[in-house]
C-alpha cells in the first residue's frame, strides 16, 4: 500500500486515496460512493488551483472532445427542462445525472498523469476488496441464523442473504462481475506469484457471490463473462493450450453449479417457462406493451426530464383499463381483491379460482385465464410506479433519440478508438458489454447505485485505455 502512495504530492495522495475509498464504497451503499464522488470534486479543483497552477495534462486535453461528449448526457436532460411539466421531479433528474457532468470535469482538469498501471489496478482491488467483505459480512450472517437460529437453506440466497440490509442485486452482480474481470486480468498479467494466488481466490469468491444472489441478469452475464475471458486467452493471448483447459473448467463450473445450486438456475428456467407459457408472461414484456405507446408518440424529444414517471404511469393506467373492457370491471373487481392479499406473480390455484368465478359471473373463464396475468403485473407497474425496466427505452421516453445518441455514444467512442489506435482492452470492452446487456433489462442510470459506479469506471477505464499509454504497460 505504502507504494501506492510513494512519491505522490500531498494532493495527488488526496485524490488517489478518495478514488479507492469511492471504489470500496461502490457495494456498500451509493450515498457513501456520493460523498466520495463530491470529495474527488473539490480535491481535483483545489489540486487544479494550488499544485497544478491551472495548467492541465496535455494528453487529457487531447481528449476532451470526448468527455464534452460523455458530459452531454448531463446537458441533454437539462434541456429536457423546457418543456417539462412535472418541475420538482425533473430537478431531481438532473441532480441525480450530476454524474454524467462531474467526472468528465475530474478527468479532463485534474493531471493524473501518476495514475500508473499498479495505482490504477489498486482502485481495482479496492472495488473487489468492497465487494467481497459486503458477501462475507451478509454470509456469515446468513451462516450464523442457519446453524444457531434453524434458519431454512434459503437464508443464502436473493434478498434473504441480505438481511443486514439490501441492496439491489443486479447492482451487485455488475460490481462483482467488473472485480472478476480485474481478478482475470491479474491472474494473468501479473508476475507476482502472490498476487496470482489472492486474485484467484478472489474470483472463486466473487463467483459464489454472484450465484447466490441470484440475478437473472447477473447470472446470465456470468456465463458471458466466462465466454469471454476464453476468447480472451484463446484468440488475442494466443494462448491456446490455457484457453482449451480454461473452456473445459469453464463447462465444468457451470454444470456444478446447474447440478449443486438449482435454485439459482431456476431464476432463469423459471422466467423462460414464463415466457414461452401460454398462460404466462414476464412482468417486463407486460409493462413494455404498456409503456409502447409513450415511447413510439414521443420518440423524438421525450415527454420532458420530470414527466417520465407521469406519462408511463398514464400508459400503464390506459392499458390497465383495456383489460379490464375485456375481463368486465367485475371481474377486475373479484382479481384485485385476491391480489391485496397475495403478491403479483403468477399462481395457478388463483387463476383456477377466479377462472370458476367467471364462470358464475357469466364471463368466459379462458378470457381471465388469457388476461390474468397481464392485469396482475400492470396492477404492480402501476401500484409501485415501476419504470421501463430498460435504459435505452428510459432514455427516449425522457429526453427523445439525442438522449439515446449520446448514451449509445458511451459504447461507440471507445470502438472506433480502439479501430482507430489498433489497441484492444479487454477489461473496458467487458465493463462496456456488461453495462449494455443489463441496460437491457435495468434502468441502470435512473438510480445512483449505477450512474456513481458507470460514470467513474468508465471515466478511469477510457483514461487507462486511451490517455496515458503507459498505464497499460
Known sequence: MGKIFEGLRPFQKAEMLIMMLLAFAIPFHWLAAQYCEV?????????????????????????????IVFALTWLIYLVGMIHTENVSVGWAQVSKKLGFLIFPVIFIVSDMSYLTKERFKAIGYALILGCILFFFMHFFYALYDVLFNGAPTSRFFDENLMKLYYVHHSYLSMYASLGLMFCFVGIFEDNNRKIKIINAIAYIILVIFIILIRSRAGLIWLVLTFFLQWIWLLFIMKKKKLGLALGGLFVFVIVGVCVAVPQSVSRI?????????????????????????????????????????????AAYRDYKADIVKIITPEMAEVIDGVIDDKWYEPDENMRNDMMKEAEKRGVDPQIISTYLVEYQFIRFAIDFEINAHNMFF????????????????????????????????????????????????????????????????????????????????
Not at 407459457?277 to 408518440?297: A, P
Not at 420532458?304 to 407521469?310: A, F, I, V, Y
Not at 446487456?437 to 435512473?446: G, I, P
Open 394 to 473: 428510459d432514455t427516449i421516453i425522457s429526453v427523445g433519440i439525442i438522449g439515446l445518441l449520446l448514451l449509445l455514444a458511451y459504447f461507440v467512442i471507445p470502438l472506433v478508438l480502439w479501430i482507430k489506435t489498433k489497441r484492444f482492452d479487454m477489461l473496458y470492452c467487458s465493463f462496456l458489454l456488461m453495462i449494455g446487456f443489463n441496460a437491457l433489462f435495468e434502468s441502470v442510470f435512473e438510480v445512483q447505485m449505477g450512474i456513481i459506479f458507470f460514470c467513474f469506471f468508465n471515466a478511469l477505464l477510457f483514461r487507462n485505455n486511451f490517455i496515458d499509454k503507459s498505464i497499460s504497460k
Open 269 to 313: 428456467t423459471d422466467t423462460v417457462a414464463n415466457i414461452v407459457s401460454e398462460h404466462s408472461s414476464d412482468h417486463r414484456l407486460v409493462q413494455f406493451k404498456g409503456y409502447r405507446k409513450v415511447l413510439k408518440e414521443n420518440w423524438l424529444f421525450g415527454v420532458g426530464t420530470g414527466d417520465r414517471t407521469d406519462a408511463v404511469q
Open 39 to 67: 470529495a474527488l470534486f473539490v480535491c481535483a479543483v483545489l489540486k487544479l488551483i494550488f499544485d497544478q497552477k491551472f495548467k492541465m495534462n496535455e494528453a487529457q486535453l487531447k481528449f476532451k472532445w470526448a468527455y
